[in-house]
């Protein structure tokens, strides 16, 4: 076993190479994801702004956003000087790791438990190199807390002083609450450290009032922003609690989340990465915790990181287990824990520790080399993408100042033109997610933007185009349509609405019918059964809802605007059924309930020719006649 200073040299050099191949090999994307974190680093560095958190949301804090400003401040802002900044908090998390396994199970363990983290699985480089503005920081603060417990709990029980550390402590896990407040997995692990450990020591006023009052310093920022906005990222419906059944999501996250983290399956694609690899993860998983038990007393907190961690990501309803980023703090658990694994087989069976790594870096590799290749890809659909190479883009816009664009070119584009493109989100669903408002509002003021689409979007925008013969001018490349040269007044239609209007005809939406009550009392309301078929070729805008009219026999509106019933946009062909609440607010009287779909912002369906369904509705007390 060599010098630890050896050790973690070939710990880095390892995470270096494995993340160079798969940067090299496109693996790993920059994408509009990582490119408004840049925009943000730019900001800070060049305008001294200073966001609490990351632009669009009201969590995820910015440390790693600051972090990236200092490196831009010396290599400039590039995709490589990004790549760079995060591939040193990967290196530190992998480091982190070896740390933590030397500490439970000795030096073995350690270098084993590094070998796992350098050598893959892909998910961890995905994530890691991409980050998002918050993932490799919030498990490089989390891995050091993890690591401080260990220390604490060693001092406190030899009868040392901890105070110096239990306030460090305290910091770091302040840090990751503001980072993001899924690191309150942490609260768990602490308990048990101190129920396992001396926990009257642990329990000491001195140092529960250093933790937290060091833990407060840390998040200073959390507390600062949210004391001043009502606790707005605890009400963030990004961190609401999940609805629906538990047992769908027990099964997402062994089928999925869990293979994915440890190499069975592709992000992307969700297909296994070889024959029987997903039983083989749950092997290794049933493995882990096996081993976890029968060494508990060194094993408590890993333990409690690797149930903590899904069990939180359970019950938040953005969880998404094809995408388990929620679940990327359990590498805290499982590589130590198969480094303690395989470093005890070592000592009693040598064949078994070889089979066990065998089948470790089975799944590592493997996952590395079936990962797709996402550089300069767009995807349309699950399985339909688009190749398209950013860098040609930005030379494509030459001369362009503004544009409307999906999300995913949007913000990449900004950065890689250096802002002399400014380009904001645009389109239906998360394609038009804005994030970036002065970027947005410079688009929104611009008197001739472009508009550069791709896939369903393009084809909407194009039908629109036609189907009212407004002039414009197209030119095609890198799988995407810039259209430029539109009149003032149709810009004027589409930013009202910051959409692509429906173009529809007679025919494009059949109505089934309306069912519900055909009375009903002064300012009553009732729930009336609404069916409607989409005939377009193309799914339904999400800009679209359901609503309706209140009108006198004679035709005029004697309530024009009803409130708004949410449809899920329906594909060509389907059949949409919902219900919609109607206020009858309304003095006694006849009149037509008239139902129809209103592009927000653009038009109802009835002015484009479609006709809407009517029930004539008496309204009328208890006491009047029919």
């Given at each position: 076993m060599?010098?630890?200073?050896?050790?973690?040299?070939?710990?880095v050099?390892?995470?270096?190479?494995?993340?160079?191949?798969?940067?090299?090999?496109?693996?790993i994307?920059f994408?509009?994801d990582?490119s408004?974190?840049?925009?943000?680093a730019?900001?800070?560095?060049?305008?001294?702004?200073?966001?609490?958190?990351?632009?669009?949301?009201?969590y995820g804090?910015?440390?790693?956003?600051?972090?990236l400003a200092?490196?831009?401040?010396?290599?400039?802002p590039?995709p490589?000087?990004f790549?760079l900044?995060?591939g040193?908090?990967?290196?530190?998390?992998?480091?982190?790791?070896w740390?933590?396994?030397?500490?439970?199970?000795?030096?073995?363990?350690?270098?084993?438990?590094?070998?796992?983290?350098?050598?893959?699985p892909?998910?961890?480089?995905?994530?890691?190199l991409?980050?998002?503005?918050?993932?490799?920081?919030?498990?490089?603060?989390?891995g050091l807390?993890?690591?401080?417990?260990l220390i604490i709990?060693?001092r406190?029980?030899?009868?040392s002083?901890?105070?110096l550390?239990?306030?460090v402590?305290?910091?770091t896990?302040g840090?990751?609450?503001?980072?993001?407040?899924?690191?309150?997995?942490m609260a768990?692990?602490?308990?048990?450290?101190v129920?396992?450990g001396?926990?009257?020591a642990?329990?000491?006023?001195?140092?529960?009032?250093?933790f937290?009052?060091?833990?407060?310093?840390?998040?200073l920022?959390?507390?600062?922003?949210?004391l001043?906005n009502?606790?707005?990222?605890?009400?963030?419906?990004?961190l609401?609690?999940a609805s629906?059944?538990?047992?769908p999501r027990?099964a997402?996250l062994?089928?999925?989340?869990?293979?994915i983290l440890l190499g069975a399956?592709s992000?992307?694609?969700?297909?296994?990465?070889?024959?029987g690899?997903?039983?083989?993860?749950?092997?290794?998983l049933?493995?882990?915790?096996g081993?976890?038990?029968?060494?508990?007393?060194?094993?408590?907190?890993?333990?409690?990181?690797?149930?903590?961690?899904?069990?939180l990501?359970l019950?938040?309803?953005?969880?998404?287990?094809?995408?388990?980023?929620y679940?990327?703090?359990a590498y805290?658990?499982?590589?130590?824990?198969?480094g303690g694994?395989?470093?005890?087989?070592?000592e009693?069976?040598?064949?078994a520790a070889?089979?066990?790594?065998?089948?470790?870096?089975?799944?590592?590799?493997?996952?590395?080399i079936?990962s797709?290749?996402?550089?300069n890809?767009?995807?349309?659909?699950?399985?339909?993408?688009?190749?398209?190479?950013?860098?040609?883009?930005?030379?494509?816009?030459?001369?362009?100042?503004?544009?409307y664009?999906s999300?995913?070119?949007?913000?990449?584009?900004?950065?890689?033109s250096g802002?002399?493109?400014?380009?904001?989100p645009?389109?239906?669903?998360?394609?038009?997610l804005?994030?970036h408002l002065?970027?947005?509002?410079f688009v929104?003021r611009?008197?001739?933007?472009?508009?550069?689409l791709?896939?369903?979007?393009r084809?909407?925008?194009?039908?629109?185009?036609s189907?009212?013969?407004?002039p414009?001018?197209?030119?095609?490349?890198?799988?995407?349509?810039?259209?430029?040269?539109?009149?003032?007044?149709?810009?004027a239609?589409?930013?009202?609405?910051?959409?692509i209007?429906?173009?529809l005809?007679?025919?494009?939406?059949?109505?089934?019918g309306v069912?519900?009550?055909?009375r009903?009392?002064?300012?009553?309301?009732?729930?009336?059964?609404?069916?409607?078929?989409?005939?377009?070729?193309r799914?339904?805008?999400?800009?679209?809802?359901?609503?309706?009219?209140?009108?006198?026999?004679d035709?005029?509106?004697?309530v024009?605007?009803?409130p708004?019933?949410?449809i899920?946009?329906?594909?060509?062909?389907?059949v949409?059924?919902?219900?919609?609440?109607?206020l009858a607010n309304?003095?006694?009287?006849e009149?037509?309930?008239?139902?129809?779909?209103?592009d927000e912002?653009?038009?109802?369906?009835?002015?484009l020719g479609?006709?809407?369904?009517?029930?004539?509705?008496?309204?009328?007390?208890?006491?009047?006649?029919?």
């Open positions: 060599g010098s630890p200073r050896s050790i973690a040299a070939l710990l050099l390892l995470t270096a190479a494995t993340a160079a191949w798969l940067v090299t090999a496109g693996r994307p994408s509009s990582q408004i974190i840049s925009l943000m730019l900001d800070i560095l060049q305008k001294g702004v200073h966001p609490v958190f990351c632009y669009g949301a009201q804090g910015t440390l790693e956003p600051h972090y200092a490196v831009f401040s010396i290599l400039g590039s490589l000087a790549r900044a995060m040193v908090l990967v290196v530190g998390i992998v480091l982190t790791v740390a933590v396994a030397r500490s439970c199970y000795g030096e073995r363990a350690g270098l084993l438990a590094g070998l796992y983290l350098a050598l893959g892909s998910f961890f480089f995905y994530k890691g991409t980050s998002d503005g918050a993932y490799a920081s919030l498990v490089l603060a989390c807390g993890l690591w401080l417990l709990g060693r406190l029980a030899a009868g002083d901890a105070i550390h239990l306030a402590l305290g910091f896990l840090l990751a609450w503001w980072i993001l407040p899924i690191s309150a997995f768990a692990v602490c308990a048990v450290a129920a396992v001396a926990t009257r642990w329990l000491a006023p001195r140092g529960v009032a250093a937290f009052g060091a833990f407060l310093i840390g998040g920022p959390w507390w600062w922003y949210n001043q009502g606790w707005a990222s605890l009400k963030a419906p990004e609401a609690a629906g059944g538990l047992a027990l997402s062994f089928h999925d989340g869990w293979t399956s992000v992307i694609t969700g297909e296994a990465t070889f024959s690899s997903r039983f083989l993860a749950w092997a290794v049933a493995a882990l915790i081993f976890g038990l029968v060494s508990l007393r060194r094993s408590a907190i890993l333990l409690a990181v690797l149930v903590a961690v899904p069990c990501a019950f938040v309803a953005r969880t998404n287990f094809g995408e388990p980023r679940l990327l703090p805290l658990a499982i590589a130590p824990l198969a694994l395989i470093s005890a087989l070592w009693r069976w040598s064949g070889v089979l066990a790594s065998a089948l470790l870096l089975t799944l590592n590799l493997g996952s590395q079936e797709p290749r996402l550089e890809r767009l995807r349309v659909t699950k399985t339909a993408s688009v190749d398209s190479d950013p860098r040609e883009v930005v030379r494509r816009l030459e001369g362009t100042e503004a544009v664009a999300y995913w070119v949007a913000y990449r584009t900004t950065f890689l802002a002399k493109v400014i380009a904001t645009f389109g239906s669903g998360s394609q038009g804005v994030r002065e970027h947005h509002a929104d611009h008197p001739a933007p472009a508009f550069l791709y896939g369903w979007d084809e909407r925008f194009e039908s629109y185009l189907r009212f013969a407004i414009h001018r197209r030119e095609s490349f890198e799988g995407l349509t810039l259209f430029t040269g539109l009149p003032a007044k149709e810009v239609t589409i930013r009202a609405c910051n959409c209007p429906e173009s005809k007679a025919g494009d939406i059949e109505w089934l069912e519900g009550p055909r009903l009392p002064p300012g009553g309301e009732a729930l009336y059964r609404v069916a409607f078929r989409n005939r377009l070729p799914r339904l805008s999400p800009n679209v809802n359901l609503s309706y009219h209140w009108r006198r026999p035709g005029t509106n004697a024009h605007d009803g708004r019933t949410v899920s946009p329906p594909a060509s062909g389907a949409v059924e919902v219900e919609a609440r109607v309304l003095p006694p009287g009149y037509d309930l008239v139902f129809d779909l209103v912002g653009v038009s109802w369906f009835e002015w479609i006709s809407p369904p009517r029930r004539r509705i008496l309204i009328a007390g208890p006491g009047a006649n029919p």
